[in-house]
């Protein structure tokens, strides 16, 4: 067995690796500590509703991080208007409104880490 340390978005972790062959090795890994919040971001965060309730997806283009949301849950939009604004490789992109509609759902917050395809809001 090998103990590391690691760090993962200011959380440390300490890791024990079994080595081993076959289905016996694992991996066990137990909080050490938590950083402290980086900002109130979570208490201004937006309401989500029921995740994917309209039938109009607002996927991510790209992956990054989101960075702000621009439309409320029931805030009407034109298509084009922006949604979401993602960050990826140090740029701002604004994810926008496929079509018109209201907003039904924003699923995902400030500071969330999203994939390319990752489903950000919902429309009706």
Do not use: F, H, Q, W
Not at 15 to 35: D, F, H, M, N
Not at 61 to 66: I, M, S, T
Request: net charge negative; charged share 20%.
């Amino acid at each position: 067995m090998k103990n590391y340390t690691i760090t993962v978005n200011g959380n440390v972790y300490d890791v024990v690796v079994e080595e081993g062959a076959g289905s016996g090795a694992g991996v066990a890994a137990a909080p050490v500590k938590k950083a402290a919040p980086v900002a109130a971001a979570s208490a201004a965060a937006p309401k989500k509703a029921s995740a994917g309730a309209g039938s109009i997806r607002v996927e991510a283009g790209a992956a990054g991080k989101v960075v702000k949301i621009e439309a409320n849950v029931g805030t009407a939009v034109k298509k084009g208007d922006s949604v979401v604004i993602i960050e990826s490789m140090k740029m701002e992109i604004p994810v926008v409104a496929p079509e018109d509609g209201t907003v039904a759902s924003i699923d995902c917050a400030p500071g969330d880490a999203i994939e390319a395809g990752a489903l950000l809001a919902t429309l009706n």
